[in-house]
């Protein structure tokens, strides 16, 4: 089956007549075939957006959220499919999937309630009979840029708030997910989105995201993916307001008073769930010596129990791609190079003779500095470092270049409060792991991670508007700030 592009309410191919495939990851079959699109296809986007904004801008806030209520409830009808789908382009397990639409349901539900808020706020004057306030307004045309881990949600996470502060929207799927990326905007067209103002246009990053970033008539880009690629958006984009989300070297502390168990469950969903292809998936554990032993013990039982395979009946899925698989297999011998133990798993597996499958891994013994400890794996690969004191402890959390996410494992509420405040994250979990973002509070991570921005909750909207500062003068005279005569 062959998708095309969506420009100006039509779905239409690329002028280059090239198309490329996107892959089960399990099966390694092909999903469909996709417009290898050019920078024409982008500007093409760009012009109906364009042409769309006024109109879009002019339609009050509470009337675009109609719209937005309408996409929820077409995607709580199409929950299981769509769960389904990306189960068979994503790979990743079925429970996930489903929890990546209802991300995506709960993203539009949260953003339609801001139809009716969208506040600025008032103030005033320093002068006599005048009137100050701020007021929000959209950006204009804005340029989306997503990656592949949760190929509804981060789209859905970008669209939602960029809709309802009356922007339209140019989007670029990862093309490692472009199917699910093509069903998500066909449930926006069924809504009823007028003409022009969402776009999709699929294709590689080096021509079509590189036009998305460079294009002179979009103001705003909102990028999520690796750092590397993050940090040639912000080189390239000139003065366009960039929101960053980028990678995670993520972190769970379990002190020596913590309740082992429940440590171990979320040790076990943080470095596993996705196959450890969340941005915040945890890919180191500091563990206090005194409970080390014990804390490996158990986690291997766990390990021992996940079943790897398709996500339908499984607990492990594929990762998503050969090179996905290379870089987890890569890491492997960095990390018994560098003298880490490896406790279990570091070998790809095969199912039918097919996929891109990894067994579960865990390095123990590891410092620090390895490489293994400080680079984004993004697979389902674990490094365990012991340590003596919480303050070791927080010093090793926070001596990696990213900043995403945190979590501790303690009953003392002293190391509690103090771990919210030291570790360098822009996320931080007490007694449970660190995944779990819920769309109604801020998302995203300080250093590495991120260039402050903020995706979700209230913060999501900040990215996608402007502030205009009004003075309203009813004196009828000239008056002058600042005491000027
Ligand atoms: P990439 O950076 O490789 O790709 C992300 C997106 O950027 C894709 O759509 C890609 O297109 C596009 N792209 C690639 N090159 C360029 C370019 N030169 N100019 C513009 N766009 C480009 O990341 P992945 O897709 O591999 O995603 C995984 C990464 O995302 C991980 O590092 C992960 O930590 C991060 N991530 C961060 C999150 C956060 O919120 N902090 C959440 C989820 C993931 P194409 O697919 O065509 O190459």
New binding site residues.
């Given amino acids: 089956m062959e998708y095309k592009n969506y420009i100006n309410g039509v779905w239409v191919s690329s002028k280059t007549g090239k198309k490329f495939e996107s892959l089960n990851p399990a099966t390694e079959e092909v999903i469909g075939k996709f417009q290898k699109s050019d920078r024409e296809d982008v500007r093409k986007a760009v012009l109906s957006a364009k042409n769309a904004f006024p109109a879009w801008r002019d339609i009050p806030a509470p009337k675009r959220a109609e719209y937005l209520w309408k996409i929820r409830d077409l995607l709580i009808k199409e929950k299981e499919r769509l769960a389904r789908l990306e189960v068979k382009e994503m790979g990743k397990v079925i429970s996930e999937a489903r929890g990546d639409v209802q991300e995506a349901i709960d993203v539009f539900e949260y953003m339609a309630g801001e139809g009716r808020r969208l506040f600025g706020n008032t103030t005033k004057s320093e002068l006599p009979n005048k009137f100050a306030m701020t007021v929000r307004n959209p950006i204009g045309v804005v340029g989306l840029?997503?990656?592949?881990?949760?190929p509804i949600a981060?789209p859905a996470w970008k669209i939602a708030p960029a809709l309802i502060c009356g922007n339209t929207i140019v989007f670029?799927?990862?093309?490692?997910t472009p199917l699910c990326a093509i069903e998500l905007i066909k449930i926006i067209e069924k809504a009823g989105i007028p003409r022009g103002v969402v776009n999709l246009i699929t294709?590689?990053?080096?021509d079509?995201?590189?036009e998305?970033?460079r294009n002179k008539d979009i103001y705003a880009v909102s990028?999520?993916?690796?750092?590397?690629?993050?940090e040639?958006?912000l080189k390239n984009a000139g003065i366009k307001k960039v929101g960053l989300?980028?990678?995670?070297k993520n972190v769970i502390i379990v002190m020596d008073d913590a309740n082992l168990d429940l440590a171990v469950s979320g040790v076990l969903f943080g470095a596993f769930g996705t196959t450890g292809q969340?941005?915040t998936a945890t890919s180191r554990v500091i563990v206090h010596d005194k409970i080390k032993k014990r804390f490996e013990t158990e986690l291997l039982k766990r390990i021992k129990k996940l079943k790897i395979g398709n996500g339908i009946s499984s607990d492990v899925g594929p990762l998503i791609n050969k090179s996905a698989l290379e870089k987890s297999i890569k890491y492997i011998s960095i990390g018994k190079k560098e003298g880490a133990k490896l406790l279990c798993g570091g070998k790809p597996r095969r199912i039918n003779g097919k996929g891109f499958f990894f067994e579960p891994t865990v390095f123990t013994n590891c410092r620090s500095g390895m490489k293994i400890c400080q680079e984004?794996i993004?697979g389902p690969v674990l490094s365990i470092l012991g340590v003596k004191s919480f303050d070791e402890a927080v010093k090793v959390a926070n001596g990696v270049e990213y900043g995403?996410s945190s979590a501790i494992y303690t009953e003392n509420m002293n190391y509690a409060f103090q771990a919210i405040e030291k570790l360098e994250t822009g996320l931080t979990y007490i007694n449970s792991s660190t995944i779990g973002s819920e769309v109604h509070l801020p998302?995203?991570?300080v250093k590495g991670?991120?260039n402050g921005t903020r995706?979700a909750g209230i913060l999501g909207i900040e990215e996608f508007s402007e502030i205009k500062t009004v003075y309203f003068d009813y004196s009828g005279k000239l008056q002058k700030a600042q005491g000027l005569k």
Wanted: hydrophobic residues 35%; charged residues 20%.
């Fill in positions: 840029i997503a990656p592949w881990n949760f981060i670029k799927p990862s093309s490692d294709g590689s990053g080096e079509v995201g590189d998305i970033i990028f999520t993916g690796s750092k590397a690629t993050g040639y958006v989300e980028l990678g995670g969340r941005c984004e993004f995403l998302f995203g991570g991670t991120g995706e």
